[in-house]
């Protein structure tokens, strides 16, 4: 079936760093969608991308969607200590598939 | 963004009976819907699609009988667990999608579900 690898699993970085992490997948998508989870909450939706190439930014946030549409990635710049959280890839094609997750630390 | 409300967000019961835990899209009407099960640090297993006015679609490995989706209307979806058993403990959410083009999913904020 298709499957999302995100990496990294887990990130602890200094307050103001840039931090990067990607989805790589066999299978091509239609949509990649990055989401952000607190504990116990739902998964908050931070950017959509719809179009092999597109860059698209939220923010201090950046994601481009992969030319070959098999991959993502998101990055944060200037990293503050409410980004700390878990950082979910999703693709769509029909389904909705998440990649495991990035973990990430900020340190104040 | 779009709200999706899920209800409720806690709910412990006993072992044998059914829970329902609704999904309702606030502000836009939702063609699909996702159903979702998380366990603790890890990412978010798909369990189910659910089309509006049709039969969901279940992954491999989920029981339909157990794991009933009624997607009645484009703003309602709800998954009920029947006969529950504390293997069924979990924190299960929901997902909307805006439709097409340019398609935005957003998620419920999560029931956690205790079978005692």
């Known amino acids: 079936g298709q499957q999302l690898n995100q990496s990294p699993q887990s990130m602890f970085i200094q307050e103001g760093e840039d931090v990067s992490m990607n989805c790589t997948s066999s299978?091509?998508?239609?949509?990649w969608l990055w989401y952000k989870q607190d504990p116990g909450e739902g998964p908050v939706l931070l950017i959509a991308l719809y179009k092999a190439g597109e860059l698209t930014s939220n923010g201090r946030l950046t994601a481009q969607f992969g030319i070959t549409r098999k991959d993502s990635f998101l990055n944060i710049s200037a990293s503050i200590p409410s980004d700390v959280g878990i950082y979910f890839c999703?693709?769509?094609?029909?389904?909705?598939?998440f990649g495991q997750g990035t973990t990430l630390q900020v340190k104040p | 963004g779009a709200v999706v409300s899920q209800h409720p967000s806690r709910v412990i019961c006993k072992s044998g009976t059914s829970v329902k835990i609704e999904c309702r899209s606030l502000d836009f009407q939702a063609t699909t819907m996702f159903w979702y099960r998380q366990f603790p640090k890890k990412s978010l297993m798909l369990m189910a699609t659910?089309?509006?006015?049709?039969?969901?679609?279940?992954e491999q490995g989920v029981e339909k009988d157990k794991f009933l989706i009624n997607h009645a209307s484009l703003t309602l979806s709800t998954l009920t667990v029947t006969s529950a058993h504390p293997e069924d403990s979990s924190f299960y959410i929901c997902?909307?999608?805006?439709?097409?083009?340019?398609?935005?999913?957003?998620f419920g904020s999560g029931t956690q579900l205790s079978v005692l």
């Open positions: 999703a693709g769509r094609t029909g389904k909705l598939i």
């Open positions: 997902s909307a999608g805006t439709g097409l083009p340019n398609e935005k999913l957003f």
């Open positions: 659910s089309n509006e006015g049709s039969k969901a679609t279940y």
């Open positions: 299978s091509i998508f239609n949509t």
